[in-house]
């Protein structure tokens, strides 16, 4: 298994409080990926990244911030929780060359009340 | 921007029968990768099959094969001899160049004993 962890894996937090997801990895990928999943919509990109402190938005990216202050670590903040992002969270890593798998982590579920 | 339709939210196929799912994409990639993934109820997202699209063969892993057709822009996924482990939720995505990777809004595939 591709050595990749989402912490936490449950949060509940309260509107107007600011929460921090954050993935880790140990493989050296260069691309880092966040989505979110909700019913009917599938995977939604938020923010990826493809090196130290280069990062884009995706197609989600409103109220989310994304920092990737080292190779291993993708953090995405939400600034001010709002019920709409309530979802379940996930990262993804992959690489350049042959082998362009993403391997995906286990998940975080955010219920912000 | 890349898009990938999935059009069948939900499927179902008796167990040791054939199934197929659709899928469309649309990017402006010269050179490109499309993916199917499972993620069964535990959340976990496996890896199913890849098609590099500048391979005009179509891949096969087993009991899963795609029928790619690029012109068309279409990427199905055939699972033979279905099993009930197969029942999942089978996700289309696609990844160019700027690695950007898409996915669709994902099919719900139950087979029946």
């Known amino acids: 298994d591709a050595g990749i962890t989402q912490s936490p894996r449950h949060k509940v937090t309260e509107t107007g409080t600011p929460v921090t997801l954050r993935c880790h990895q140990t493989?050296?990928?260069?691309?880092m990926y966040w989505y979110r999943q909700d019913p009917g919509h599938g995977l939604r990109l938020i923010h990826y990244?493809?090196?130290?402190?280069?990062?884009d938005k995706g197609e989600v990216s409103d109220g989310y911030s994304v920092s990737r202050s080292k190779t291993e670590d993708f953090l995405l903040t939400l600034e001010s929780a709002t019920s709409s992002q309530t979802s379940v969270y996930f990262c993804?890593?992959?690489?350049?060359?042959?082998?362009?798998?993403?391997?995906f982590g286990q998940g975080t579920r955010l219920t912000v009340v | 921007a890349q898009t990938v339709t999935q059009s069948q939210p939900e499927m179902s196929v008796q167990e040791a029968e054939t199934v197929t799912l659709s899928c469309t994409y649309d990017?402006?990639?010269?050179?490109?990768?499309l993916f199917w993934y499972k993620q069964p109820p535990s959340r976990q997202m496996i890896l199913v099959i890849r098609?590099?699209?500048?391979?005009?063969q179509n891949a096969t892993e087993n009991r899963f094969s795609v029928n790619f057709q690029k012109a068309a822009k279409s990427f199905s996924l055939k699972i033979s001899d279905s099993q009930l482990g197969d029942t999942a939720m089978y996700f289309c995505?696609?990844?160019?160049?700027?690695?950007?990777?898409?996915f669709g809004s994902g099919t719900q595939l139950t087979v029946l004993p």
């Open positions: 993804a890593i992959s690489d350049l060359g042959a082998n362009t798998e993403a391997f």
């Open positions: 493989e050296n990928h260069r691309y």
């Open positions: 990244s493809y090196g130290v402190k280069d990062t």
């Open positions: 990017t402006s990639e010269s050179n490109y990768y």
């Open positions: 098609q590099e699209a500048y391979k005009q």
């Open positions: 995505g696609e990844s160019g160049s700027a690695r950007q990777l898409t």
